[in-house]
């Protein structure tokens, strides 16, 4: 995946970080889970439950925007975010 100067890219707490990393999830990943989520679900204190839905990650490997590896990565990665700063990833 390359970077434009328009991409969004979501400042990571301190929280999200050391979970990232104990639960094996690399920025990229959430990355692509923050640019592309098509499901946000509020999950209280002005944060929201970002997911990618498999109807679209499927659109978006046929338009060649993720490889497959990229969607198999992105499929059950969950971000809790204000908006603006991942606050915690996980996988369900």
Do not use: W
Request: hydrophobic fraction near 40%.
């Amino acid at each position: 995946m390359t970077t434009t100067a328009t991409e969004i890219r979501p400042r990571f707490t301190s929280h999200a970080t050391l979970r990232a990393q104990q639960r094996g999830i690399r920025g990229a990943e959430v990355n692509l889970v923050f640019k592309f989520a098509d499901i946000e679900i509020p999950v209280g204190s002005n944060c929201f439950r970002l997911t990618v839905s498999n109807q679209e990650l499927a659109g978006l490997k046929a338009q060649g925007l993720l490889t497959p590896a990229e969607a198999d990565k992105c499929r059950r990665l969950v971000i809790i975010s204000d908006g603006h700063s991942v606050i915690t990833t996980y996988r369900h």
